[in-house]
């Protein structure tokens, strides 16, 4: 029937899945018996391999995992240590062995472990989180200590303390000709998670950090080029998530300077000829329906005519291209709406708190405090407008079908939307999605049932 969800095709899983495995698996080891030990001892507690491509969100979930699960981060790319610093730098040591007295060599503390103990001692915490980035790319000379790391949670003679979670990351070798391959008795004592790119995830991230209107509607065109890797004879051609992310912030900026972006400017980050040249000239036609359909207008219930019948006969390109303006405008409305709607309420617990201290408020702070909710409660009304207003206009210009199917979808992945109409509601948005549910569940019924007759057809014959 399929794989499981978000578990990702053939054993991968996408960016989203690997993280919350990666805080299933931090729970698991910091679960403690009743005497204080660990449920699962320290020797058993296999280190985190996190193996997938370039730019696919491997370093950043880290952050983000340290921090939901209130844990201390250390953080290291490997790449950019010596021998000396992973593993201490030697001195002599003078033994006494048998009645005689020898020389030996001895190391002092890696430069890592001192950092893990650093933070202990920062953040009053014995727990934590050890990321070493890019853990398969390592000098000759590292090597032997980075597959030590891994089999034995130690740098040099010191060990990783106990509490302290280890999570190494690296690259298939297909990604990168530095890569070492492990061997199996390594392999045999990690826990192998392995990430691939996956757009509908990757979307979810980029309404949430703004990423440019541009981008994520010209990927939902083209998502055969979010994320692709391909060795030619004039070498490597790629274009990775993190490429669309960091040419997305450049957009923003050379659309605020009034710089022009063209092929050269988007090749810079999107390597690869052909995407970045697809691309560019979608950023043209981008840049044309914005100024021909005129959103904000939209928004407002105010459009020409002429624009539905022209979205009529337009090819589904453009339409999800307009639909992908009015979805990326809503989301800069709703996230301003959320932004002041959290001012209010961070003001309203201070407002509470002075109140309980000293009794009695002062009047004008008072009227300030009401100025700022009469404020939200307009801003909230206004973008209450601006979704109908949008409905309206799919409504005429698409009718029921599957254009404003993508529109509701659209707002459900977008962080903002969702949150939004969580709060205030949409009854058009909730007609549409329930529709859509219905369609995806019969769709499902109707997939199993051919599999099913598929299956008896195969035992008859």
Partial sequence: MGDPAGSGRGGLMNIKRAKQEIKNTIRAYQLKNADGTYRIPSIRQRPVLLMGPPGVGKTQIMEQIAEECDLPLVS?????????????????????????????????????????????????????????????CVSETLAPTM?????????????VPAGWVIVAAGNPPEYNKSVREFDIVTLDRVKKISVEADFPV????????????????YLEIRQENFCRIETTVDGKRFVTPRGWQDLSEMLYVYEELGIAID???????????????????????????????QVDGILKGIWKPSAIEKLRYAQFDERLSVIGLLVSRLGEIFSEVQTLDEQVTARYEELKRKKAEEGELDEQIRAAFQTSVEEREQRISEAAENLECAFDFCETAFGEGQEL???????????????????????????????????ERQKGILEEMDEVRDLMEGRKE
């Fill in 76 to 136: 290291y790319t490997i790449t950019h240590h010596t021998r000396q610093s992973a593993i201490g730098l030697p001195f002599i040591q003078q033994k006494e062995y048998g009645g005689k007295t020898y020389s030996v060599t001895e190391y002092t503390m890696s430069e890592i472990i001192a950092s893990v103990y650093d933070r202990m001692e920062e953040t009053g915490k014995q727990e934590g989180i050890l990321f070493i980035d890019e853990i398969n």
């Fill in 147 to 159: 597959l030590q790391f891994l089999q034995c949670k130690t740098f040099g003679n010191q060990k």
């Fill in 202 to 217: 990757w979307k979810e991230f980029a309404y949430e950090q703004k990423i440019h209107g541009a981008i994520i509607s």
């Fill in 263 to 293: 092929q050269e400017v988007v090749g810079q980050y999107l390597q690869n000829a052909r995407v970045a040249k697809d691309f560019a000239a979608y950023l043209d036609l981008y840049a044309k329906y914005r100024t021909d359909y």
């Fill in 405 to 439: 199917v993508v529109f509701v979808t659209e707002l459900t992945v977008n962080r903002y939307s969702a949150w939004f109409i969580g709060e205030n509601g949409c009854d058009r948005y909730y007609k549409y999605n329930k529709g859509l549910l219905f369609r």
